[in-house]
T-cell receptor
Framework: GAGVSQSPSNKVTEKGKDVELRCDPI?????LYWYRQSLGQGLEFLIY????????KSGLPSDRFSAERTGGSVSTLTIQRTQQEDSAVYLC????????????FGEGSWLTVV | TQLLEQSPQFLSIQEGENLTVYCNSS?????LQWYRQEPGEGPVLLVT?????EVKKLKRLTFQFGDARKDSSLHITAAQPGDTGLYLC????????????FGSGTQLTVLP
């Protein structure tokens, strides 16, 4: 597609439920990032995928968070047993190999845990 | 502790005024980027600076990378309501697979 696509755009879930957020990066982009952003705040790094290399998971805040990237393209971020503090916008971004540090963001998935 | 500190955190000014936003760190970056984010959207890249002392201009916006590549500034001349948004700086750490570390952001509101 023309840009990074994320779904759902909005998700309201009950505390304790699991959620899955999907990211479809720009075609041909080998690097994929997940960030979390609280209201009006900066971006908190979660996880980074680069080609077939092992992902950098150092930003995941707890073992309730996991992500996978299938076939080097689509990625899914899963949050298990959601808590109210998980409420935030989850942003996905992708980058083309050899493009330096220029990354392109999706519009985000707004998660509200009630 | 934020690796990149932005100031001010919030800024509200009248249309036509000038303003400067700062991005500071004790770390050296291989490059530094500025993004603008509007409500309900992802951040959009404005500029990338890579050389110490580099100055780039984008219409009424002037970006400068510090000589030591540890800090940057964004200056807006004659601000307009359309400049309203969250401004984020992001630094590329040498040798880091993550490649980008974001600042905490500056929320700018330009009043008509």
């Amino acid at each position: 597609g023309a840009g990074v696509s994320q779904s759902p755009s909005n998700k309201v879930t009950e505390k304790g439920k699991d959620v899955e957020l999907r990211c479809d990066p720009i075609s041909g982009h080998t690097a994929l990032y997940w960030y979390r952003q609280s209201l009006g705040q900066g971006l908190e790094f979660l996880i980074y995928f680069q080609g077939n290399s092992a992902p950098d998971k150092s930003g995941l805040p707890s073992d309730r968070f996991s992500a996978e990237r299938t076939g080097g393209s689509v990625s899914t971020l899963t949050i298990q047993r959601t808590q109210q503090e998980d409420s935030a916008v989850y942003l996905c971004a992708s980058r083309r190999a050899g493009a330096g540090n220029t990354i392109y963001f999706g519009e985000g998935s707004w998660l509200t845990v009630v | 502790t934020q690796l990149l500190e932005q100031s001010p955190q919030f800024l509200s000014i009248q249309e036509g005024e000038n303003l400067t936003v700062y991005c500071n760190s004790s770390s050296v970056f291989s490059s530094l980027q500025w993004y603008r984010q509007e409500p309900g959207e992802g951040p959009v890249l404005l500029v990338t600076v890579v050389t110490g002392g580099e100055v780039k201009k984008l219409k009424r916006l002037t970006f400068q990378f510090g000589d030591a590549r540890k800090d940057s500034s964004l200056h807006i001349t004659a601000a307009q309501p359309g400049d309203t948004g969250l401004y984020l700086c992001a630094g590329g750490l040498p040798g880091s697979a993550r490649q980008l570390t974001f600042g905490s952001g500056t929320q700018l509101t330009v009043l008509p």
